[in-house]
């Protein structure tokens, strides 16, 4: 049986990744240290990928402190939530960046939201219930 692991995202700086996801809900799981590769990755996700969840891998690259450029091929990570407005306001207050306030879709009844990451990457939330 196949299934979905995980997404890999370079970031320019790890720690601060890891504090947005954080505020998400999403827990460091494993992380690896490649020093002759000079590069550090972090798998992050809500349970151990024995559970059956797709993880968040982020990818830094020692001394590689610029953004990357996200592409126009990448539309966004979507995380179901019980309650997206309280997830909003989280990564608010955490100084996060809201893009689309927590509401229906157009022409809809789903409650979605949107956020960005750090390096910019797309975030939706969906309302559980709804997905």
């Given at each position: ?37 000079k590069y550090t990755l972090v798998f992050m996700g809500f349970e151990d990928n024995a559970h059956g969840q797709a993880e ?76």
């Open positions: 049986m196949a299934s979905y692991l995980h997404t890999m995202v370079r970031v320019s700086n790890l720690e601060r990744s890891i504090a947005f996801y954080k505020v998400l809900g999403l827990k460091e799981l494993r992380r690896r240290e490649v020093p002759d590769g968040i891998e982020l990818t830094y690259n020692w001394g590689h402190d610029e953004p990357y450029e996200v592409g126009t091929g990448f539309g966004h990570f979507a995380l179901g939530y019980d309650d997206v407005a309280r997830v909003v306001e989280k990564v608010r207050e955490a100084g996060g960046k809201v893009t689309r306030e927590a509401g229906p879709v157009k022409f809809g009844t789903t409650v979605i939201a949107f956020v960005e990451d750090p390096d910019g990457y797309k975030i939706e939330f969906i309302q559980r219930g709804t997905l």
